[in-house]
Each structure stands twice: as C-alpha cells, then as structure tokens.
C-alpha cells in the first residue's frame, strides 16, 4: 500500500491493511499465527485454517521460530533468561523471594517463592500453581515443585497457626461470597497432611502485593540461590528432553504455526 493523501482520514480497511503491513514488517514478511487460546482470551472460537491464512498474505510463509517481535533468545536458555526477556513481570515473584529471604527461610523457600507464579508471568493464569509447577518440576526438587502446585490453592485457606489469614485482595478482587471450587477444596484436604504443607503453605505467607514499593529487589540477588537450587541443563531449557521441554519452547516462541 501506497502512501496516502494527508487531507483523508483512512477508511478502515485502509487502517486495517496499514497495521498488517507494520506487522509484516516487524515479521520479517513471515505469517505469526495465534494458538486458539490466544483467541479464546477474547471470547471467540473463530479458527481461521492455514489455507485461508496463507491466502490472505500472498507470497508468505509462516512462522517457524523465533517472533521478531519479542526480545531474542539465546541458542541454550537458562531460566535467567526467560526471567529477563519473556516473564511479563518479575517484581511480584522477586518481592515474594526476597521477603523469604529477610525472613531467614531456607532456599528451597526462597526458590518456591521466586517461581511460585512463573506460570502466570510467562504462560497462563487459569490453574497456574499446577502449570508452573509442571514447568520446573524436571528442574527443582520435589518440594519446591510441590509447593508451588498446591499454593494455589492453600492461598483460599486461612491456617492462623501461621497468622495466614484469607487475602483481602481475594475479597476485593472475587467479591465476599466467593466460593473455590470443588477440586480446590479438595486440593487443600490433601495438602494439609502433606509433608511439605508448611513449604507451600510459606509461598502463601510471602505472598503479598501490598510490599514496601521503595523496596529495591533484584534478579541479581538470587542468582547464586538458582544457581544452586535450579539444575540449569546445559543443552538449555527447551531442548533437553524431560517432560516440560515443550512448555519452555513455547513460551519462547508463542507464535510458531506448528
Ligand atoms: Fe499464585
Ligand atoms: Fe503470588
């Protein structure tokens, strides 16, 4: 498309190509496709086939790898990396970390609360306990894998051995009468006899969002803790073959057709 005469505003298919042209441009004239959850987010089920899609960007192929769009990873990622150039926002899970570590708690602690939300700042929120923990299970000890599952749900309960009272942020953000759901309910019945309740049950203590916002937390401080809590492979998260290589790699490439 040509330019275009100052003195008309742009009908909207005019703005409509203009915009696809931009977005072209920043793909390196690749085709980004958005999985269907991506379309879900915003109420509809439309699938649009790869046929039709190709049609409609002649000449074009579609993405197979890296999004131009997005911060550049490197060839063997570590969980630095995709804390640096993918999580979405950090100062939550570093407040969280950082309050464990003041607090004098062991790093296995401190680790369960720097990643407890990983999967809601790089992946998806909906069950985000039991999808961050599937991502760093291959990674972590079991206790730290454990208690980030089961946060999500412990976070609902009140245990005032601990002084945990139910979040008044869950009141103002789901109302008063908001109930958990039944698999939740249960999640926590099982939890409470667990030998790493008190783990879990520590994620929920630390964390708050209501922290100091002079409070100057930073990824550099926990370094040595993932350094020696976090088995970092060296093939590079994402391609080493355990059971959540697969999440890793598409969180670092979103927009891959396949
Ligand atoms: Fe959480
Ligand atoms: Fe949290």
Known sequence: MGPHAA????????????????????????????????????????????????????????????????????????????????????????????????????????????????????????DHGYWGAQLIEPYVDEEVSWAVRVHQALRFFPDESIGYKYPDMYVKYFGPDYQPEPYIVEEYKRARSHKYYMTARLICVNDIYAFDPDAKVNLDDFVDIIGRNFKQPKEGLGFDNTPSSHMWRTLMWPTRFL
Do not use: W
């Not at 960007?57 to 911060?71: I, T, V």
């Not at 630095?80 to 970390?97: C, E, G, P, T, Y």
């Not at 680790?111 to 999967?119: N, P, R, S, Y």
């Open 7 to 126: 003195s008309r505003p742009l009908t909207l298919s005019e703005q409509a190509d203009e915009l696809e042209e931009k977005m072209m441009n920043e793909l390196n004239d690749k085709i980004a496709t958005k999985s269907a959850l991506f379309s879900m987010a915003d109420g509809n089920l439309d699938y649009v086939g790869g046929a039709e899609l190709q049609a409609r960007n002649p000449g074009k192929y579609f993405l197979m790898g890296a999004d131009p769009r997005l911060p550049k990873m490197p060839d063997k990622p570590t969980l630095i990396d995709f804390f640096k150039h993918r999580f979405v926002s950090m100062n939550h899970l570093l407040q969280s970390a950082a309050l464990a570590l003041k607090a004098g708690h062991d790093e296995k602690v401190v680790l369960a609360c720097l990643l407890h939300d990983v999967a809601v700042a790089g992946f998806v929120r909906c």
